[in-house]
């Protein structure tokens, strides 16, 4: 057997261990992937601005945050603790404009209404959330 066909049957014995409701989930996740991306860039500036888009933390910094933030929410934070927290949300802000100003120019290039740029973007990243 090869990898590719051990890795779909362990995907297929998971599959059949989940719920009604994941699998309803896991299926929609499977029809994204198996498309071809809407968001796909059709030129290296498109590429650059849906990175830009897109762009998170990394998991274990957004778990930091995370923990930061409830920590503040209780006063619990140190004074090195609090400007790791504003440092974040600095960053977060910074990233903010940048993603707007991004959404913003590739609208225009792609001829299409901001809100509805940003709702497929939104829908995507859901879509990622859903599991």
């Known amino acids: 057997m090869t990898r590719a066909t051990d890795i779909r049957r362990r995907a297929i014995e998971l599959i059949e261990q989940l ?5 309803t989930a896991v299926v929609q996740l ?3 992937l198996s498309e071809p991306s ?8 498109e590429l650059a601005l849906v990175e830009v888009i897109q762009r998170r ?4 910094e957004q778990k930091r945050l995370e923990e930061l933030r409830k920590r503040g929410e209780w006063g619990e934070l140190t004074d090195m603790e609090h ?14 404009v940048e993603r707007l100003e991004a959404l913003m120019e590739l609208a225009r290039l792609r001829n299409m209404d901001l809100l509805t740029l940003n709702r497929q ?3 995507e990243s859901q ?3 859903a599991v």
Do not use: C, G, M
């Open 30 to 32: 499977l029809e994204f």
């Open 57 to 60: 933390l990394a998991p274990n």
């Open 121 to 123: 973007f939104v829908s």
């Open 127 to 129: 879509l990622f959330h």
């Open 83 to 96: 400007e790791e927290l504003i440092t974040y949300e600095d960053q977060l802000e910074h990233w903010r």
């Open 38 to 45: 809407k968001f796909a860039a059709s030129n290296p500036i």
């Open 19 to 23: 719920s009604e409701e994941r699998l």
